[in-house]
């Protein structure tokens, strides 16, 4: 059995391992209340990834993290959303997939060389979705946006001529069915990875805007605005926020709060922000399933045994006993310090917790 010993405290977030669980509730409410730059700015800050899976091979390789979040629903290979077609998956772990190559949806390109930044772009795996070689070559660096003149069609995609704000570019149109998706990476990615990002020609130009706030230039904000309501957070997105929380430590914000959209750059822009919209990565509102923090009180009135980097599931045990349900209250567990223990999929952890009076 795989042991990941994962620790929280009340001084902050530690771990056994180069990877660790992101503070994902203290991520959250230590928004509330802010608005613009200041949200923004916080948010950069608490969803920069803390490290990088840069092997393509073996168990911990991107193959295999992939494997667990883009697999078709037969199982018979990796998810490609350009084509809809299953890709196959390698004979072993030492092997990489023959049909499958990694596509980026945002190019390095984006961003200065001098900056340091492009080697967290190419390796982030939110930015990654994987298909043929064909999709890498037609989408190249371009933008985003809906296409109006095809140079290359398949009946899901599209690459070809469009306009983002008054100005004909060469454009990608997502995969139907994945625009939230694409939408949801791009706000994740211009946010997170500001510094060296080029806001003046290139193909980001199209996109970043040169103040640091909203970061992103109008008309590519109308088009991610609309893609983001048009199609709704999915269960592909979860897994990938649940999984690579894992390797990264670190969510894409914009799909566990798809609220936090309209209060940075949409409808409820200039409002601060309210915590509302969380999404739950394995489902659930946040009134039913909060994740843990590394701190409570004992007049809270529960403490969700839930976090998106733990697997759906999990046996918990509190101080060595087991929990039948799915939350314990402070008041029956006691003011002091708790261990959380938790099995499941082959995977044991611990979380440790302080309930103050």
Request: aromatic share 12%; hydrophobic share 40%.
């Amino acid at each position: 059995m795989k042991t990941i010993n994962k620790i929280f405290t009340a001084c902050g977030l530690l771990s056994c391992m180069s990877v660790s669980l992101p503070a994902v509730a203290e991520a959250g409410e230590g928004w509330i209340g802010l608005a613009g730059s200041e949200l923004k700015r916080a948010v950069e800050a608490d969803c920069r990834p803390t490290g990088y899976v840069t092997e393509a091979l073996w168990e911990n390789g991107v193959w295999e993290i992939l494997r667990r979040t883009d697999s078709d629903a037969g199982g018979k290979g990796y998810i490609d959303r350009f084509s809809g077609l299953p890709l196959g998956f390698a004979p072993s772990l030492s092997e990489g997939p023959p049909e499958a190559v990694p596509v980026n949806v945002v190019d390095m390109s984006w961003w200065q060389p001098e900056s340091g930044v492009q080697h967290g772009v190419v390796h982030d795996l939110y930015n990654i979705f994987l298909s043929q070689s064909e999709t890498k070559v037609w989408k190249a660096a371009y933008p985003p946006g809906t296409v109006a003149e095809y140079q290359f069609a398949n009946g899901l995609w599209s690459a070809g001529y469009g306009f983002i704000d008054g100005q004909r570019r060469m454009l990608w149109n997502p995969p139907a069915g994945y625009e939230g998706d694409v939408a949801r990476v791009m706000m994740y990615m211009l946010t997170v990875y500001r510094d060296g990002l080029i806001t003046f020609g290139g193909q980001g130009g199209a996109y970043a805007s040169r103040e640091y706030y909203p970061g992103i230039s109008a008309g590519a904000l109308r088009q991610l605005l609309a893609w983001h309501r048009a199609d709704p957070v999915d269960e592909i997105e979860h897994r990938r926020n649940a999984e690579f929380a894992k390797w990264q430590g670190n969510i894409n914000p914009f799909v566990e709060y798809p609220a936090l959209a309209e209060f940075l750059w949409g409808e409820k822009c200039g409002l601060p922000f309210d915590g509302d919209g969380h999404s739950g990565s394995q489902g659930g509102s946040t009134s039913e399933r909060v994740p843990l923090k590394p701190s409570y009180n004992l007049t809270d009135s529960k403490i969700h045994l839930y976090h998106p980097a733990v697997p759906d599931g999990a046996v918990w045990y509190v101080d060595g006993r087991l929990v039948s349900g799915s939350y314990i209250e402070p008041s029956d567990a006691g003011a002091g310090a708790h261990e959380l223990r938790f099995e499941a999929d082959g995977v044991i952890g611990k979380v440790l917790i302080e309930i103050r009076q």
